[in-house]
């Protein structure tokens, strides 16, 4: 699994003209799923997300979690975030989970992340067009690999 994490004032995600789901300052997570990820890469990226200390501490250093700074979180489901750009100018998908693997992992993974939190996680619709808006705060953004372990 693959996640991009991005320290956000706001977001939202709209579908067919319609709000989903919008928080507050927090997290805006793109979750991207691949062949053979399982329930312990989900959990890793879970525990991941929720210690990441990239909100400032009263010094102005990032040195809180979203949970220490009472952030919300939004997850979205993304799976161009598995693409491969090694052969052409057209990305393959090819290690893109299908639909059951993906929607089935995404779903636990929000789960794990409001378990941690405490807190409801915001959550896109999966498989849909979707219209994601954010404020970038900072910018601080940070992509997890649960593969790479990095």
């Known amino acids: 699994m ?4 991005q320290r956000v004032k706001r977001a939202s995600v709209t579908v067919d003209g319609l709000t989903v789901s ?8 793109l ?4 062949n053979g990820d399982a329930e312990a890469d989900a ?3 879970a525990d991941k997300t ?5 909100f400032p501490d009263g010094a102005g250093v990032m040195n809180r979690s979203v949970t220490d700074a009472g952030g919300d979180v939004l997850a979205v489901s993304q799976f161009t ?3 491969s750009t090694r052969k052409g100018n057209r990305p393959s998908y ?3 989970a299908g639909h059951e693997l993906a929607s089935a992992l995404y779903d636990r993974y929000c789960e794990m992340v409001s378990e941690r939190t405490g807190r409801p996680v915001g959550k896109g619709v999966f498989g849909a067009d979707m219209a994601v808006e954010l404020v970038n705060d900072g910018p601080v953004t940070i992509i ?3 593969r790479l372990r990095e």
Do not use: F, K, N
Not at 2 to 5: A, G, S
Not at 22 to 29: A, E, M, Q, R, S
Not at 31 to 34: A, I, L, S
């Open 50 to 54: 929720v210690a990441l200390r990239i």
């Open 81 to 83: 975030l598995t693409a």
């Open 22 to 29: 919008d928080i507050g300052p927090g997290l805006l997570v």
């Open 43 to 45: 959990r890793w990226l």
């Open 31 to 34: 979750v991207g799923v691949e």
């Open 94 to 96: 090819i290690r893109a």
């Open 144 to 146: 997890i690999d649960s």
């Open 2 to 5: 693959r996640i991009v994490v």
